[in-house]
C-alpha cells in the first residue's frame, strides 16, 4: 500500500525539526554539494516518515527546495500561487497535474504555471529540487509551498 506523507514544512512541524544554526538562505552567494545534503536529509530521523526537506535558498520571491522520498511516498494533490519547477536528481517520480502524468527520471526538468493542482508519487527512492517564484515578491502561506 502507497505511503501518504504530509507536508514536511508545516509549522507544528517546523517546532520540532530545528536544525541547529544554519547558515543564512538569502546571501549574494550560495553554493551547495547537493550530494552530502541529500545524506544529511537521509541521516535526520525525519527520514522515517518517508520524506523530508530542506529549504536551501529562502528570498521574498524565490525558493529552492531539496526534497527526499522514499519509494511509494505520495505527497497529496495541492497548488501554490508561485510558477514551480521540478528537476529529479536521483530516482523516479510521477507527477501528475492537469489530467496528464509526468514520469520524471534523473536530468528531467518540469515547470508548472502558478496554480495548477499537482500531486507527487514516488516509484523508486528520490530526491528533487523543487523551485518556486513567486510573482512580485508575495509568498505562499508556510506549508503551501512544498510539491
Known sequence: MPMEVPMSDTRSQEFTHRRPHTPSMASPFLEFDLTAEIDRLHDETTWNTGQNARTLMKYDDFRV??????????????????????????????????????????????????????????????????????????????????P
Do not use: M, Y
Open 65 to 146: 527546495v531539496l526534497t527526499v522520498l522514499k519509494a511509494n511516498a505520495h505527497i497529496p494533490e495541492h497548488k501554490t500561487t508561485g510558477r514551480i519547477s521540478v528537476q529529479l536528481l536521483s530516482g523516479h517520480i510521477r507527477l501528475n497535474a492537469s489530467g496528464r502524468t509526468f514520469d520524471l527520471l534523473p536530468g528531467n526538468l518540469l515547470a508548472l504555471d502558478q496554480g495548477v493542482p499537482h500531486a507527487i508519487e514516488a516509484l523508486q527512492e528520490s530526491a528533487f529540487l523543487l523551485t518556486i517564484a513567486w510573482p512580485g515578491g508575495t509568498q505562499d502561506p508556510i506549508g503551501d509551498a512544498e
